[in-house]
């Protein structure tokens, strides 16, 4: 009884999370009877009204949710301190969903962006969640962010999205936003992004780390995602420097870096799975670069078309170990020398990979096998369970008949292919797998 009762009392006693709609179009903080996301972000850090006149925001209580109504254009920062720099709106220290409906949060697109080291009125990031904050991202665009700054250890990081808190991205597009370092996220050392699913990131530029990603905390899972377009010195879609959990049934193509087109890893990632590495380029490591502790397990995933201007097409691999890189496969790669991968230093442990061409210095890892080029096709949308916002699927490139690489794998490949397709017999080698017929089917539309 005595349990029943503290059951009951907890339950009562829990805050219950606010619906707090936005009606305002901007980040204007007045008590004008419209609730801006400013004012909701406060409302829903303090657990107060944004204002005593009708339409205001209502008081946030517990976990709260803030959802948009229309487009949001923020005209000037909200936020502005000497540790953080300019933000367009509060800095959020308690627990905010935003629920987007497909609306997005930009900063407005007259103000300029001069990525000249000083941060001029009008640059600013969209978001910043600091200790004990934590924000889900959910169904939203965010775009035309912009930080730049040298003047501030932390100031120039996070063109859209700065995190010292806690951060979740599900639904949601990243696009066309600017910073020194984090050109669309940047993830502190002490934050946590715990997932990371059907969304993209497009667009996104910095000088230094991380076109896209930029992380130097802690990300457990990056899911069904799109990386494209984005460029950096290091890592155009994503770079690393602490440890990221999982990559899976996720797509890094046309990116651009010096080092580590796609992904450039300073530290620890421990797997990645059924994604693919498209189109990348950079000086070195067009699909990928290898600096840090380790890469655990990279497992049927699609090497094709990057491009380095030195060594390293697909991979490059110095001073570190990436220890089981199995059932992969790597096509038409290019570089100056060692097209597929680059074994500069470090450990390169592979199992059953193959190739179209012998071109590397990991060919203990990848067998150079005559593999037919003409039997892969373009990236392209090849139909999916899980969509990204707008209704697409993240795109890869299909084996055609005849392929050496279908039923190619064994045992210890995956289940599932990069679109979570079951394994049709034996799974095939790469990111995806054949279907016959079917793949027509799903390609154009039907199921």
């Given at each position: 009884m005595k349990k029943l009762l503290i059951v009951l009392i907890l339950f009562v006693s829990a805050p219950q999370a606010t619906m707090i709609t936005v009606t305002g179009a901007d980040g204007t903080i007045a008590d004008d009877g419209f609730c801006s996301i400013s004012e909701a972000i406060n409302s829903a850090n303090n657990d107060t009204s944004s204002g005593s006149t009708p339409g205001e925001c209502p008081a946030g209580s517990g976990a709260d949710i803030i959802e948009l109504t229309s487009n949001i254009s923020l005209t000037f920062e909200n936020h502005n301190d000497a540790t953080f720099g300019r933000?367009?709106?509060?800095?959020?220290?308690?627990?905010?969903?935003?629920?987007?409906?497909?609306?997005?949060?930009?900063?407005?697109?007259?103000?300029?962006?001069?990525?000249?080291?000083?941060?001029?009125?009008?640059?600013?990031?969209?978001?910043?969640?600091?200790?004990?904050?934590?924000?889900?991202?959910?169904?939203?665009?965010?775009?035309?962010?912009?930080?730049?700054?040298?003047?501030?250890?932390?100031?120039?990081?996070?063109?859209?999205?700065?995190?010292?808190?806690?951060?979740?991205?599900?639904?949601?597009?990243?696009?066309?936003?600017?910073?020194?370092?984090?050109?669309?996220?940047?993830?502190?050392?002490?934050?946590?992004?715990?997932?990371?699913?059907?969304?993209?990131?497009?667009?996104?530029?910095?000088?230094?780390?991380?076109?896209?990603?930029?992380?130097?905390?802690?990300?457990?899972?990056?899911?069904?995602?799109?990386?494209?377009e984005n460029s950096s010195y290091y890592g155009g879609g994503l770079e690393n420097f602490q440890n990221i959990g999982s990559i899976k049934n996720s797509t890094f193509t046309e990116n651009s870096a010096v080092y580590g087109g796609g992904i450039d890893n300073a530290d620890s990632i421990n797997e990645i799975i059924n994604s693919t590495f498209s189109a990348n380029l950079a000086n070195t490591g067009g699909g990928l670069s290898n600096t840090g502790t380790n890469i655990n397990f990279i497992i049927n995933s699609t090497f094709y078309g990057n491009e380095a201007t030195t060594n390293g097409g697909g991979i490059h691999n110095q001073s570190s170990n990436l220890n089981n890189l199995n059932h992969s496969l790597f096509a038409n790669n290019l570089a100056t020398a060692n097209a597929d991968c680059y074994l500069q230093s470090g450990i390169v442990i592979g199992n059953n990979n193959i190739s179209n061409q012998d071109n590397g210095t990991c060919s203990s890892a990848i067998d150079q096998t005559d593999m037919t080029l003409s039997t892969i096709d373009i990236l392209s949308d090849n139909g999916c369970f899980e969509t990204l916002p707008g209704g697409s699927c993240v795109q890869t490139h299909a084996l055609l008949t005849g392929s050496e690489a279908i039923d190619a794998g064994n045992s210890t490949s995956t289940n599932h292919d990069q679109r979570n397709f079951s394994a049709n017999g034996v799974r095939d080698i790469g990111a995806y797998e054949y279907q016959g017929i079917n793949d027509l089917i799903y390609k154009n539309g039907f199921n």
């Amino acid at each position: 009884m005595k349990k029943l009762l503290i059951v009951l009392i907890l339950f009562v006693s829990a805050p219950q999370a606010t619906m707090i709609t936005v009606t305002g179009a901007d980040g204007t903080i007045a008590d004008d009877g419209f609730c801006s996301i400013s004012e909701a972000i406060n409302s829903a850090n303090n657990d107060t009204s944004s204002g005593s006149t009708p339409g205001e925001c209502p008081a946030g209580s517990g976990a709260d949710i803030i959802e948009l109504t229309s487009n949001i254009s923020l005209t000037f920062e909200n936020h502005n301190d000497a540790t953080f720099g300019r933000t367009g709106t509060p800095a959020i220290n308690s627990e905010i969903e935003i629920k987007g409906m497909s609306h997005e949060i930009a900063r407005q697109s007259g103000l300029t962006c001069n990525n000249d080291n000083v941060s001029d009125v009008g640059e600013f990031r969209l978001f910043l969640i600091i200790a004990n904050g934590f924000l889900k991202l959910n169904n939203v665009t965010l775009t035309n962010g912009c930080v730049d700054n040298t003047d501030f250890s932390n100031s120039y990081y996070g063109g859209a999205v700065y995190n010292k808190g806690s951060l979740s991205i599900t639904n949601s597009i990243i696009i066309s936003n600017k910073a020194n370092s984090g050109g669309g996220v940047y993830n502190a050392n002490q934050g946590v992004i715990s997932l990371v699913i059907n969304s993209s990131f497009e667009s996104n530029s910095t000088v230094d780390s991380g076109g896209g990603i930029f992380n130097e905390g802690n990300i457990y899972s990056i899911s069904n995602c799109n990386f494209s377009e984005n460029s950096s010195y290091y890592g155009g879609g994503l770079e690393n420097f602490q440890n990221i959990g999982s990559i899976k049934n996720s797509t890094f193509t046309e990116n651009s870096a010096v080092y580590g087109g796609g992904i450039d890893n300073a530290d620890s990632i421990n797997e990645i799975i059924n994604s693919t590495f498209s189109a990348n380029l950079a000086n070195t490591g067009g699909g990928l670069s290898n600096t840090g502790t380790n890469i655990n397990f990279i497992i049927n995933s699609t090497f094709y078309g990057n491009e380095a201007t030195t060594n390293g097409g697909g991979i490059h691999n110095q001073s570190s170990n990436l220890n089981n890189l199995n059932h992969s496969l790597f096509a038409n790669n290019l570089a100056t020398a060692n097209a597929d991968c680059y074994l500069q230093s470090g450990i390169v442990i592979g199992n059953n990979n193959i190739s179209n061409q012998d071109n590397g210095t990991c060919s203990s890892a990848i067998d150079q096998t005559d593999m037919t080029l003409s039997t892969i096709d373009i990236l392209s949308d090849n139909g999916c369970f899980e969509t990204l916002p707008g209704g697409s699927c993240v795109q890869t490139h299909a084996l055609l008949t005849g392929s050496e690489a279908i039923d190619a794998g064994n045992s210890t490949s995956t289940n599932h292919d990069q679109r979570n397709f079951s394994a049709n017999g034996v799974r095939d080698i790469g990111a995806y797998e054949y279907q016959g017929i079917n793949d027509l089917i799903y390609k154009n539309g039907f199921n």
